[in-house]
Nanobody, 123 residues
Framework: QVQLVESGGGLVQAGGSLRLSCAASGRTFSSYAMAWFRQAPGKEREFVAVISWINGVTYYADSVKGRFTISRDNAKNTVYLEMNSLKPEDTAVYYC????????????????WGQGTQVTVSS
């Protein structure tokens, strides 16, 4: 069982930066792929980024590639999402997710989810 708690959201102006954190419980954190998704009002939850449990391989949605960076610290059981050059269209609730095997973009394949943290980007 894995429990996830996100933090770091807030209000930022366009062009600014934020760093989200996701703290995970459980001793097997290092064996889970960790991902970030986001959901804007009235829209489907969409994939943002994922980092594998093997070699830290990462993959990003085209909409955030080059602006966002996902990383993990297995010693701290924490995954991060560094967000730079933020745009108003990045406004959403950001969710952390974990999967013991899957490292793709399909949200249905992730077993564990956090409660989400709000990110609002003003123009």
């Amino acid at each position: 069982q894995v429990q996830l708690v996100e933090s770091g959201g807030g209000l930022v102006q366009a062009g600014g930066s934020l760093r989200l954190s996701c703290a995970a419980s459980g001793r097997t954190f290092s064996s889970y792929a960790m991902a970030w998704f986001r959901q804007a009002p009235g829209k489907e939850r969409e994939f943002v980024a994922v980092i594998s449990w093997i070699n830290g391989v990462t993959y990003y949605a085209d909409s955030v590639k080059g602006r966002f960076t996902i990383s993990r610290d297995n010693a701290k059981n924490t995954v991060y999402l560094e967000m730079n050059s933020l745009k108003p269209e990045d406004t959403a609730v950001y969710y952390c997710a974990a999967s013991p095997r899957y490292t793709g973009t399909n949200k249905a394949m992730y077993n564990y989810w956090g409660q989400g943290t709000q990110v609002t980007v003003s123009s």
